[in-house]
């Protein structure tokens, strides 16, 4: 059972279009097991809007108080009135899932390890993969829902840009949580392209899973609100993103605690501002 954290470090990689393609391909793979999209993207909402436009409990409200179950749906992508997958869930973010800080900060930070401690444990029992869409931007979200998961894949384009935000954000992760990556995805790779340099580079942060072509079929599937590998299972970006599943079902990932990674984030933290002070 693993909990994978899909991360983009700049806005308009793909980061959602592979995570909604990952967790379709991973419920195809293991018909017999349940697999579950969280979106935690709370500003775009791209899984909510595609893949269960319906509901009526999210994740912050789950912090709130409100019973996980009610938060948790089946996907509702469907075929003739069927649906297209039966053991896909999603849990919508449904907005802002932090609540504003109120009195001693030491004291909401403990009481959000707790939270998605208890609710990471029970999702462990329920299902096979869990799959995390993260915000694009840097945020307290955002380090939350990196610190859960036992591993991260990292989406990124073929440019400069990208790629050199990708090692850094995978090194700061890695010194602030000790978030294991375990694979990257190079995505939007155009015809023709030598991407062999950007490829290397990848690499140094986790093995390169897999590169995703090009490919104007996954513009028209958004438009149109729906995954691409969902309207356009035969498209070679569909196509690219089952090979990645397929490696990525190999993998051995192990558990990891999250209570531990926050508190080391903290504890990093502390040490960056001591020497701010006594410099």
């Given at each position: 059972?693993?909990?994978?954290?899909?991360?983009?470090?700049?806005?308009?990689?793909?980061?959602?279009?592979?995570?909604?393609?990952?967790?379709?391909?991973?419920?195809?793979?293991?018909?017999?097991?349940?697999?579950?999209?969280?979106?935690?993207?709370?500003?775009?909402?791209?899984v909510e809007l595609k893949m269960c436009p319906d509901y009526d409990v999210?994740?912050?409200?789950?912090?709130?108080?409100?019973?996980?179950?009610?938060?948790?749906?089946?996907?509702?992508?469907?075929?003739?009135?069927?649906?297209?997958?039966?053991?896909?869930?999603?849990?919508?973010?449904?907005?802002?899932?932090?609540?504003?800080?109120?009195?001693?900060?030491?004291?909401?930070?403990?009481?959000?390890?707790?939270?998605?401690?208890?609710?990471?444990?029970?999702?462990?029992?329920?299902?096979?993969?869990?799959?995390?869409?993260?915000?694009?931007?840097?945020?307290?979200?955002?380090?939350?829902?990196?610190?859960?998961?036992?591993?991260?894949?990292?989406?990124?384009?073929?440019?400069?840009?990208?790629?050199?935000?990708?090692?850094?954000?995978?090194?700061?992760?890695?010194?602030?949580?000790?978030?294991?990556?375990?694979?990257?995805?190079?995505?939007?790779?155009?015809?023709?392209?030598?991407?062999?340099?950007?490829?290397?580079?990848?690499?140094?942060?986790?093995?390169?899973?897999?590169?995703?072509?090009?490919?104007?079929?996954?513009?028209?599937?958004?438009?149109?609100?729906?995954?691409?590998?969902?309207?356009?299972?035969?498209?070679?970006?569909?196509?690219?993103?089952?090979?990645i599943a397929t490696k990525v079902a190999r993998l051995s990932i192990k558990?990891?605690?999250?209570?531990?990674?926050?508190?080391?984030?903290?504890?990093?933290?502390?040490?960056?501002?001591?020497?701010?002070?006594?410099?």
């Amino acid at each position: 059972m693993s909990v994978i954290s899909v991360v983009g470090t700049k806005g308009g990689v793909g980061k959602s279009t592979f995570s909604m393609g990952l967790a379709i391909s991973l419920a195809k793979l293991f018909p017999k097991n349940w697999v579950l999209l969280v979106d935690g993207d709370m500003h775009i909402r791209s899984v909510e809007l595609k893949m269960c436009p319906d509901y009526d409990v999210t994740l912050a409200q789950v912090l709130e108080g409100k019973p996980l179950e009610e938060a948790i749906y089946l996907s509702q992508l469907e075929s003739e009135g069927e649906p297209l997958y039966p053991n896909l869930a999603v849990l919508p973010a449904g907005g802002r899932f932090l609540p504003v800080i109120r009195g001693d900060f030491l004291s909401f930070i403990e009481e959000t390890k707790r939270k998605f401690d208890q609710i990471i444990k029970k999702l462990r029992k329920r299902f096979e993969y869990i799959v995390i869409d993260t915000p694009a931007s840097m945020s307290f979200e955002h380090l939350i829902l990196t610190a859960v998961a036992d591993g991260l894949i990292f989406v990124a384009e073929p440019n400069d840009d990208s790629v050199e935000a990708t090692i850094n954000t995978a090194r700061g992760l890695k010194e602030f949580m000790d978030v294991r990556p375990v694979g990257t995805v190079l995505n939007k790779v155009p015809r023709g392209v030598d991407v062999r340099e950007w490829g290397k580079k990848l690499s140094a942060v986790a093995p390169l899973l897999g590169i995703i072509p090009e490919d104007p079929l996954v513009g028209d599937a958004f438009r149109k609100n729906m995954p691409v590998l969902a309207l356009y299972p035969r498209t070679v970006a569909s196509k690219a993103i089952q090979e990645i599943a397929t490696k990525v079902a190999r993998l051995s990932i192990k558990p990891s605690k999250v209570p531990e990674k926050i508190e080391r984030a903290l504890q990093k933290t502390a040490e960056l501002l001591s020497k701010g002070e006594e410099s």
